[in-house]
């Protein structure tokens, strides 16, 4: 439902040979996966080797504007980068992470938990290291540059460093002349790769920022794979490749945007399918299914269907409601909820409801939802949660 | 589907005969009320006679911060105001209109389509008035003014206006000690009432607004009722009383929002009814419906549940599309629709397709949402349109 | 010394017979005017007929950006403005005032103080008239409007209005075919005309405001002279003149420029003189001048030359003080004049001092500047004030 | 005059045992100093060893709002920096440099030019390092934290590290329970020393920013003192002194505040006497001498005393000019320096003018200023420079 769990992000990346409008393709990409990060956004553009960048805290239609997109210029290739940061916005943690290293200059779009973050921060320190910010990413930068004076290439050092990577994680590595794309070995988070008309290829962690750009999707990342644009054409690298994919299970159910295919599936399928499965494993008797909007809507149509139970739209959702909204006075804190949702009560006036949600983190919001609907005179609320929070990999 | 029909307006307003903290309820209201109105936005507070203001461009949550709420103060009585302009925002025209004449000061917000604004403004500017804005609301106000001198009361001008003013109107008229309430004889645009548990009345173009303020919905205001608010309570006027309720049809199909009960009815039940009676006036063999987010959903479901067609959510709409997309490039103005809506492939691949929107004013974005369908692959596009256009009062 | 007095304006205006950057020529002309007025700016052009306006709060260069100038785009004529506004800035009133009237439009920039201001506005309001602000401006377009319908033309109706009109006031009238040009008859505020290399003819409170765009100043206006710009040329009409010039003191000694020349005299050197006056008239044993900057400069340089006694730059001021400065602690309340001055302590310490400022209207920021004299280690602080504010007009 | 040389800073700290407003003082202090730099700034808190940053690009007053600096909190001690950037302000690039190391957090104030960055910044990379911006700061970290691991403590670190930096440096190192001050041993850039009333120990670049928060100035800096403000009180190191003081003559004529203190002697005076060398030394027969305004006035006033030829004010500027000056159209381009500039046409007409400015870096500044004198009429004009431009460390 509302933004639980908030340390996602989104990645973009396009390579070509030939200069272009590149700033513009990651732009509309980064739009399209703004529901993956709504705190900050930045954009590097690589004109040759020359490196330009934009990044700063807000949507991405407030840091972009005609202007600082002109400014990026044109370029062969660029990254893209939309984050949330667990609440706490941090101008020094904004990505893409761009840094001078020993032998240039390189941008780097991250999505992922490293669990051994801590533990290479340390002995990276202990031989000198200075950190800017307290992003995974910056610690990923020095595994690659420690990697790179030993290493004949940028992949090489990449493919190093990932024997020093523990977790989850989905990378775009932009180098002078190179775009390396990167997905961890257990595959726990999206990375496709499409192809525009134009013939540039483009990395994104879903594919609704291909839609957007008319490029058509190849295929997602095998969980290890490396794949690397650059002069000499797209090389696929499968020296990390061999397990299984083990997608976190939130990004069907909460992150990815429906109209997006991950391994094969609409994302809008799967969440329908889960309400299918819920239902079969946790029936009810009841008069009307409902879903909490967004995320909960599909589920809730796929309990329905299952159960026989009629579906029904309970909540609107005032799509007005920003990041901005105040509180004027202390005895208004309790409308927090009502501003963002409102129940029609024809719908559940007197009737036995089930609540279909997509997730119950750490389960706050969920009682003054269900609230919600006692006040509009529901008889009883079922609620049925369609993805267990045990399963995130984050908490592991 | 995209704002068309752009000049619409929420009006609201409170009064008690005690101070609190009404520019907070005002706030609440016009945030629910927002979907009324994005371009401007205000409110006008008036504590025991001194009348202060804030009003500017923007949307609600850009316009009042915690520090505007706050200079705004506290008072026995407010009014509200959120409107569109017909995509030409002017801050000379932002309402509530806040005005001086010889009884004093008035604040006026105001929603309709005045037939005779014109012949009316000529006839005051005869007289030496002089404009500042090209809203009805100034006209309405030297309407009021021009009665004032030989009226009793307030209410008494209000009353004599009103058989100078043609069309639909909807006002709140707010004078040093009284908030008065008025609909229009032909009841074309909606204002309810209601109350909060301290007593407050409450005047609202949508109940919605009441709702979120935990104000209990009374009823609708008659066609031609003018209710005066004041220190001798609630009174009821109904000199211009007698027609039947002649709703825009536009504020079912498209202006309110799902949630709110107009003349009894919630309209998304309204909307759902309408989907049903398309459904049996004009069949289609067809493998899905689906709707044109995110009023024409409601209308689909209708359509399907009449029809035996399947429904299916064939759109995901970026919901953090605003106002200020930008275009980067010449080539990339194809992509707008894009940006806004992408097709769920699975759902309409090889399908005939019937597509439900609520309302088709040019016509002009019917053509690329019907292409997306078409790229998407559906076999067959059969559009449904559940409201004819040339209802709309402003098109008389 | 810093702004006691802050109701005052200054306007500029320019006419041409053919269409070209006139948005431009008034942008760098209220930018030369800036110092009449920090509060509030605006431009109307005037595009064959065709008004045109962006008025907001804020400096010039805040309130106009390249885009908005262009938006103004061309035309024949234009008017603009700054306005300090009693520390109040309220949106509403933003000149110039841009109005409709029976004979089209009208835009009013106006500098002044009508002493029957209250007295008009009671008697259109008892006609009818509704007011949005409380300027003197708005008063004025009515007092003309009500002229114009038994006028052959606005420069008529200007003129009968004049006889109502009592006070300070200079005005820039434009209507759709004429710009008008009025001095009040005791030419209590500046107004001068110039003329470009084109041809355009120039009208602005100072001529610090021609220098800027390459205009020659020509001559002042005369007390009660309207000077209309129009198809048939430049016409001077003397119904009105007669009084002799009682230009506010003020202008002298505080608000206009030091580069400006007003009634043939230099600024800079009118306040010099005023500064040997003093000395003449208030003479002091004393070690060293120095003036409060940046208005008493001049006059202590004057009061040394004319006294013998050395002058000397006696205190700095921190150019980067603006108007958003901010008081983190109530410990730092006190700190306020020291942000803005510093001492330099070799210049006085153990001397005597003799401190010239150019206005005291209230007196109370003399204090802390005398003991920031003393605490520097002064042994006498003689002030002496360049002239007497019982002599303002404002304060009649 | 106007600025020529950019790339110049001002830092500020202070020091206490007990906690209290550091930020409120530093926000004086670094506002003082806004003469030192305009393009951005920022203040690091440490409130026992717990950091707290706030930095961007803009002005003092526009960066620092109430709220930010009650965001930063109260702290024990606290460092500022104000920066300009070369006219190419870099988000990224913002002082204070704060950063995590190998013994925790470090926070960097500087003011130099580093003669060997490039060459330090290359043997750090071989060894693995990486840069986030192109700022001497983070080389000197990276030199501080190389030290670290084989010191004691961190003063040990900064004297060690300090052999291996050439060039003009001043520094302000906070570290979790220590604050430390460094003048490099030439002495190229100022530093000095104060103390509050409270027991608070300041460092700041110029005395003018002790003033303003009433700390008392203690002394300069030696060149290559270290000054160590901890638990254990105020240390002074002078293993790296020696050198006499070569203090670049640009802070004298051109960044420092006239009302400062450097080494012993005030600015203003300074400047003074350097115009009386150039009378001196660079006679010319003239009617007037004139500075260009701000700088350049002292050394005019010095000159006209010596020489006998009488001193004037010849330029008004235009004090509201601001950074965001817009030029509408391209034929305006030409009234850049107008637009800052007037000249006073009676102090320069016909006159043989001795024109007096502090600094001509390029030159190209000075070719529009002597044409307003042309266009005023002066008869002659001698140009006069205060200082030698070669005499600047960062053109060695």
Redesign the interface.
């Known amino acids: 439902m509302f933004s639980e769990i908030k340390e996602e992000c989104g990645i973009f990346g396009i390579y070509n040979n030939m200069e272009s ?1 590149v ?2 393709k990651v ?2 990409g980064i ?2 996966l ?2 993956r990060g ?1 705190e900050s956004c930045g954009i590097v553009v690589n004109d040759m080797g020359l490196f330009t ?1 934009h ?2 805290l807000g ?4 840091v ?3 202007e600082s ?2 400014k990026l210029g044109r370029g062969n290739m660029a990254v893209g980068h939309v984050m949330n940061n667990s609440g706490k916005p941090d ?2 943690s904004v990505q893409p992470t ?5 032998k240039g200059q390189m941008a780097l779009s991250y999505n992922g938990c490293l669990v051994n973050a801590m533990e290479l921060k340390r002995q ?9 910010n307290s992003t995974d990413a ?1 610690v990923i ?2 595994a690659i ?2 990697q790179r ?1 030993n290493s004949k290439s940028i992949e090489e050092a990449v493919l190093k460093a990932m024997y020093n990577l523990r977790g989850a994680y989905c990378l775009l590595v932009m180098s002078p002349r190179k775009l390396i794309a990167v997905r961890d070995p257990d595959g726990l988070k999206p990375l496709c790769m499409g192809k525009c008309a134009d013939g540039s290829i483009v990395f994104a962690s879903e594919s ?1 920022a291909l ?4 490029a058509k999707l190849i295929r997602d990342l095998l969980p290890g794979e490396v794949v690397v644009a650059g002069d000499s054409g797209i090389t696929s690298i499968k020296e990390h490749c061999g397990e299984k994919s083990s997608m976190c299970v939130f990004e069907f159910v909460y992150f990815a ?3 997006s295919v991950l391994e094969g599936t ?1 994302v ?2 799967a969440r329908k399918k889960a309400g299918e499965i819920l239902a079969a494993e946790h029936p009810v008797e009841a008069d009307v299914v409902i879903g909490v909007p ?1 995320s909960g ?2 589920a809730a ?1 796929g309990y329905a269907e299952k159960s026989g139970i009629p579906y029904a ?1 309970g909540f ?1 959702k ?5 990041r ?6 202390q ?2 804190r309790e ?1 927090s909820v ?2 963002k949702l ?6 559940v006036a007197g009737k036995r409801v089930v609540l279909v949600d997509d997730s119950v983190v750490r389960g706050t919001t969920s009682i003054p939802v269900v609230n919600l609907l006692r006040e509009a005179g529901a008889s009883q609320v079922h609620m049925r949660i369609s993805s267990p929070p045990y399963m995130h990999p984050c908490y592991f």
Chains 1, 2, 3, 4 share one sequence.
């Open positions: 409008d700033a513009g732009y509309h739009y399209a703004q529901h709504q960048q990044r700063d949507l991405v239609p407030e972009f504007t005609k997109i002109e101008s020094a761009l840094i001078k290293h020993v990276y320190e202990l031989g000198g290291a200075i950190f800017h910056e930068a020095y540059t420690e004076l609704c839609d957007i750009i008319d945007r429906p109209d609409t809008q399928t967004d809507l599909d149509i739209i609107i005032n799509r007005y409601v920003g901005t909204f105040i509180q004027p006075s005895s208004e409308h009502k501003i409102n129940v029609i009560r024809e719908v």
